[in-house]
């Protein structure tokens, strides 16, 4: 049985209540407990060391607990800024969930922000890291979406906590959001917790007790995703001008409400917003649609996407309305310094042989 991702997450949060939503949220239930046997006999091997593998240079790792888009691509970005800056070797290396021909969405988007950085995809990052330490000469790695993928060693865990939705709904998947359990937060050296600018200020702190239950003596940063711009090509914009514009808006990304919620917060008038799953590839079919979708809106209105959908599309207008794509950046609310510092020491781990 095939479900939609909206429909899976309406299901999981509760919001549909129809008799279909009801009985599938008992199966997701049940499904959940030999989903979490799995997790626990896997994570059970690598606590023992086994089929761990060591890259012979520092490896860091940005990952998280739960399924969808926490943010990762920006922490990367910025991780990979900050060891670039000190003049260190890195390369980065990830699974390429969605990718074809070996690049995928968020690959392409580090390439057009970090152009000297070397980004390795593939299932196997272990053999992957030693490709990019032999022929890039990598001095450290950055394990993209690593919290879950143990086989190879890393020397600091980063996870990231998406302040607007931080546990999943609290249930291991399918049943919920959560990859493993929120105890397994104990292997983290560093949380991150993301959107904190969208997400409900009250809910901020109770996060982080709930940090420190399962994760005692963890630093945590606050941060948020800033837009920084507007990029259609070679042509750039700020974020003002979307103030009081109607726009057209589309996404497929992990986490699609955070795109609406940036649109907003930028005080664009949004008159339609179109989602696809997360790291969708688009068709023709789907530039007629969105041709078709554009073409409805005033004539002054502008379309708007992320920056991981631009890439695939690469178009400066749709239906006579340009079309822009909003570049986002991390930044740090709090603790700033201690990640950086976190991250340096980290890179200057002495090295051990594989």
Known sequence: MSVS?????????????????VVLRRLLWAARLPYGAGVWWRNRRFDRGR?????????ISIGNLTVGGTGKTPCVEYVAWLLRGHELRVAILSRGYGSEAGRNDEAMVLEENLPDVPHYQGRDRVELARTAVEESESEVLVLDDGFQHRRLARDLDVVLIDATDPWGGGYLFPRGGL???????????????TRCDVADPRAIDPIEDDVRTFAPGVPVARTTHAPLELASGERREKTEVLRGRPV????????????????????????DFRTYRDHHPYARADVDELRER????PPEAWVVTTQKDWVKLR???????????????LQFVEGKDEFDRAILAAARTPATEP
């Not at 991702?5 to 939503?21: M, Q, S």
């Not at 986490?255 to 008159?271: E, H, K, S, W």
């Not at 178009?315 to 950046?329: C, K």
């Open 294 to 297: 554009a073409a409805r809106l």
């Open 51 to 59: 089929n761990v593998h060591r890259a012979g240079v520092p490896v």
């Open 5 to 21: 991702p909206d429909r899976w997450r309406a299901v999981v949060r509760g919001t549909a209540r129809d008799p279909a939503a």
């Open 179 to 193: 990859r493993e359990p929120m105890r397994n937060l104990r292997r983290a050296g560093f949380v991150v917790l």
């Open 248 to 271: 057209g808006a589309f996404c497929g990304i992990g986490n699609p409400d955070a795109f609406r919620a940036t649109l907003a917060g930028l005080g664009a008038d949004v008159r």
């Open 315 to 329: 178009l400066t207008d749709l239906g006579g309305r340009p079309l822009w794509a909003v570049r986002v950046g």
